[in-house]
Nanobody, 114 residues
């Protein structure tokens, strides 16, 4: 069965960085578009970023220039490098097989606060 396991979240000060990882199993990872979505406190799921099987990337405007999505198909792992973090980036971050986040992992908490 499909498993997506996120890690790497934590508490960071504004302006800091974190790198999230997502270990994927149960499907042919290299063939799939993969996504990061997030859910801020009291809000719905928000699409953050997409990477295609051949490495094309897309971002929501609010994270462009600060976040970088990448993948290692040999390790079946998805990454999200987050730099220049802001308080409004505080959320639970999920990796997902679809943009809406219907098929997603358990999530990892990112808190940006001084």
């Amino acid at each position: 069965q499909v498993q997506l396991v996120e890690s790497g979240g934590g508490l960071v000060q504004p302006g800091g960085s974190l790198r999230l990882s997502c270990a994927a199993s149960g499907f042919t990872f290299k063939n799939y578009w993969m996504y990061w979505v997030r859910q801020a406190p009291g809000k719905g799921l928000e699409w953050v970023s997409t990477i295609t099987p051949n490495g094309n990337t897309y971002y929501v405007d609010s994270v462009k220039g600060r976040f970088t999505i990448s993948r290692d198909n040999a390790k079946n792992t998805l990454y999200l490098q987050m730099n220049s973090l802001k308080a409004e980036d505080t959320a639970v971050y999920y990796c997902a097989k679809d943009r809406e986040g219907r098929n997603r992992g358990q999530g990892t908490q990112v808190t940006v606060s001084s």
